[in-house]
């Protein structure tokens, strides 16, 4: 067997084979999925079956992220709602298999759209409906009832967003390893204007396109993927988060868009936040602070990325591009709080 960085197949197999015997019929061979860049994913598969594996980043390892039980209970409790996941087989806590908790579920069916190559297979009619059913999945989840599917006790919604600006502004203190001029004051200008909450529901906490896996015939969304982030909130800052990775940093070789927003069909993204207004009835007057937030959240995720791969704690390619992409999130979201109305500016 060969192992991939961070999965010792061997340990694997032999828990496998004890806490679910009869599961492989064959010998186990993995590779690491590339494009992800927090929890590591592998696809799995025994020469029959195939399943995908997920575990915690190499190194590095914040506070409160990269939760395996919780993206496991999580995607357990969503399997018999609209919102599409994959079936799940096992989860592990014992460190002593791989080093960390991983938990295992089935593959599904579809591709995760990164760059305009990977929807280039769509047509501007299949661009368009990919988009749309991208924010009818978003209301589909903030539609479910957090304790009818036993998800009453995720996360405490009460003070949701004034706990998330802390929270990411500890993950950054935690992450810091260079000078990051106005990071400090975008920081600042949200915490000092916290929109009041008026919603609750289960709040994704990185969705976007490539957190989905697409399919084109027939066309739709076979999954939402990686829910490590996941807990009751405002369902505006899945929202604000959805139309800054839409936006970008407003390059024409956006590497956070991947150019993918621009291929041929894909609404503005205005269309998307009306067609959720219109979807759950949301007020979004305020819609603007959450996409300043969601800047400076992203901001801090690639910045803690650049981190651990300054450290060598990473596996892939492409992480010694991320580092660059800090400061032009930090920008966007600090035009982000200067276009707030002046009332908003200062809660």
């Not at 209970?73 to 599409?84: D, E, Q, S, W």
């Not at 304790?147 to 810091?176: H, Y």
Request: contains cysteine; hydrophobic residues 40%; proline residues 6%.
């Amino acid at each position: 067997m060969t192992d991939p960085p961070g999965l010792s197949l061997e340990k694997l197999t032999q828990y496998l084979d004890t806490v679910r015997p009869g599961l492989r019929t064959g010998r186990l061979t993995a590779d690491l999925i590339p494009g992800g860049r927090s929890n590591l994913t592998y696809r799995l598969t025994d020469g029959t079956t195939q399943w995908v594996l997920r575990r915690p980043p190499l190194d590095h390892v914040l506070a409160t992220a990269h939760d395996m039980s919780r993206e496991y209970r999580v995607i357990n409790a969503l399997a018999p709602t609209a919102v599409p996941v994959p079936a799940t087989e096992l989860l592990c806590t014992d460190t002593a298999v791989i080093g960390v908790p991983f938990y295992l579920m089935d593959r599904v069916a579809g591709s995760a759209m990164r760059s305009q190559a990977d929807t280039s297979v769509l047509s501007a009619d299949q661009a368009t409906r990919v988009a749309h059913l991208l924010v009818d999945v978003l209301a589909d989840l903030h539609d479910v009832v957090p304790e009818t599917v036993g998800l009453g006790d995720l996360g405490q919604p009460t003070g949701f967003m004034a706990r998330q600006v802390a929270r990411w502004r500890k993950q950054l203190n935690a992450s810091r390893s260079r000078d990051l001029p106005g990071i400090d004051h975008l920081h600042d200008r949200l915490a000092a204007s916290v929109p009041h909450s008026s919603r609750t529901s289960i709040v994704h906490g990185d969705y976007k396109l490539d957190n989905v896996l697409v399919t084109t015939d027939p066309l739709g969304i076979s999954a939402v993927l990686d829910w490590e982030m996941a807990t009751l909130g405002d369902p505006l800052a899945d929202l604000g988060l959805l139309v800054a990775y839409w936006q970008g940093v407003g390059r024409e070789d956006d590497p956070i868009t991947g150019g993918v927003t621009r291929t041929p069909g894909f609404p503005p993204i205005s269309t998307l936040i009306a067609r959720y207004a219109q979807r759950t009835g949301a007020d979004l007057s305020h819609l603007g602070w959450y996409v300043a937030f969601a800047y400076f959240k992203v901001a801090v995720i690639l910045e803690g990325i650049h981190y651990r791969f300054a450290r060598g704690g990473t596996v892939g390619t492409g992480f010694d591009q991320i580092g660059g992409l800090v400061l032009p999130l930090v920008e966007r979201g600090i035009a982000a709080v200067n276009a707030l109305p002046a009332a908003d500016q200062e809660q």
